[in-house]
């Protein structure tokens, strides 16, 4: 499975990553993300953006490099822009199987994979809340705490087992 692959690259790393195209609002992160923060790797093949001091787009970056780079982030940032659009589920369940902390915008369906303040961490699209969180997971307990629930929950809950689990009590 994708997790025993790439375990061997879980670190906590010195990169934020925020991935995917669906419905993502990367405006948010150029427009908000402080200049003192670790930088961040924005990971989308489309679109026209500008790099800066902590900034990183990369245009070219799928399959197993980009699981590679997920397993070595800080932490995984899901900015969305519609609030009723349902996406950005596969970039957050991978960020949990790897045990990062999740960080997405508000939106009715993350919901169902996020527990706020507790397996990973659902703002306001607001510079302030960002920064709260950033800070939040800058603690060395909060961070270790948040991403052993991430880990957790992915395995109680979305794992290929846990789903056999499931299935097999139907049956």
Known sequence: DEYSR???YIKKGEVYISVGRSNRDYQFIQENWPENEKKIQIICDTGKFQNT???E???DCHDDEY??????????IVPLKDTKISSGQLVILQGMMFGKPVIVTENETVYDYIIDEEDGFIIEKS???LLTVLEKIQNSNEYIEVSKKSRRK???EFSLYSMGIRIGRYI
């Not at 699981?67 to 995984?76: F, G, I, N, P, T």
Request: net charge positive.
């Open 154 to 156: 992915f395995l109680n």
């Open 127 to 129: 510079k302030k809340s």
């Open 53 to 55: 001091s902590n900034i």
């Open 6 to 8: 790439f375990s061997k």
């Open 67 to 76: 699981l590679k780079r997920l397993a070595q982030a800080y932490a995984v």
């Open 57 to 59: 787009y990369i245009m």
